[in-house]
Nanobody, 131 residues
């Protein structure tokens, strides 16, 4: 069991930057040697899409729409996942969610961008990008 709490959302003009944070707390399960964490977003009227994912050894994966502009990272000592979003465009307007799968089998084949693979989700952070 783990709780994920997101912060850092807000409004920004196109070309600007935002950094989202996701703090994992109240963990009660066994420590996993391999795990998955990711960021997903959902805009009104659209399906949820994977944005970026990372596994326990810091291997990263990005969707084609954000590659080169977004960076996912984590600070294990702070139990925090980050998403640095640079060069934001209006298409980035959405609710952003962090997610985790702490099962030891997760992450063995690299980071995953499919939401169905994740068990725990944050409450969502609103991001609005204006032109």
């Amino acid at each position: 069991q783990v709780q994920l709490v997101e912060s850092g959302g807000g409004s920004v003009q196109a070309g600007g930057s935002l950094t989202l944070s996701c703090v994992a707390s109240k963990y009660t399960g066994a420590t996993a040697s391999a795990y998955c964490m990711g960021w997903f977003r959902q805009a009104p009227g659209r399906e949820r899409e994977g944005v970026a994912a990372i596994v326990s050894n810091d291997w990263e994966r990005y969707s084609e729409s954000v590659r080169g502009r977004f960076t996912i990272s984590k600070d294990n000592a702070k139990s925090t996942l980050y998403l640095k979003m640079n060069s934001l465009i209006p298409e980035g307007t959405a609710t952003y969610y962090c997610a985790a799968n702490l099962a030891s089998s997760c992450g063995s084949k690299g980071p995953i961008l499919e939401g169905s693979e994740y068990d725990y989700w944050g409450q969502g952070a609103q991001v609005a990008v204006s032109s």
